[in-house]
């Protein structure tokens, strides 16, 4: 029982780790310059992200634009890259 408490404890703050990278490569993005405010995102800045070769924070913008799960936008993301050809 240990060993279970032990791992569930370890994937939880596996989890809040990749989260919080998630949400400090955002905020890092923003005030670099490479994307707008919050709220403030369109389709072309999906698309500027991609041809500068930036596909996480793409998707992350994406989610962002369309309230959708990151796996359901990396794959409209990937559909999105084959047809620009990049």
């Known amino acids: 029982m240990l060993v279970l408490y032990t791992t569930l404890i370890v994937l939880v703050c596996l989890l809040i780790l990749f989260n919080s990278y998630r949400v400090w490569s955002l905020i890092d993005a923003r005030r670099r310059g490479k994307l707008p405010q919050r709220g403030k995102a369109t389709m072309f800045d999906v698309r500027h992200l991609l041809m500068e070769g930036e596909k996480e924070l793409a998707v ?23 047809s620009l050809k990049v």
């Open 60 to 82: 992350q913008v994406y989610c962002e634009i369309f309230q959708t799960t990151p796996i359901k936008a990396k794959k409209d993301i990937e559909e999105l890259e084959r």
